[in-house]
């Protein structure tokens, strides 16, 4: 008799849940570079097995995407700001 399978259980190593955004999409653009230097500077020192290569050159687009992301965020919020009011404050930036 088959066991089913629980949709509760942990993805396995090496594949990423389409869902699950490993906390990436919070990240501040400082906190992104920083992820993204240090994940690249493990990619390029080490002894890696392939599949930790693939895991890790994953990791590193997920980080740069997210600095594109808060970088294209700001521009659009700059090209908002009224330089006829230089007085009025831009708009906040959104999470």
Not at 27 to 54: H, K, W
Request: hydrophobic content about 30%; some cysteine.
């Amino acid at each position: 008799m088959a066991r089913p399978r629980s949709t509760d259980s942990p993805t396995p190593p090496g594949k990423s849940s389409p869902t699950k955004t490993d906390g990436v999409d919070d990240l501040s653009y400082r906190q992104a570079r920083t992820a993204l230097d240090l994940t690249l500077a493990e990619l390029q020192g080490g002894d890696l097995e392939v599949e930790a290569m693939a895991d890790l050159s994953r990791r590193a687009q997920k980080y740069a995407e997210r600095c594109e992301a808060v970088l294209d965020q700001v521009e659009q919020e700059v090209m908002q700001w009224d330089p006829d009011y230089p007085a009025q404050d831009p708009p906040p930036p959104t999470p």
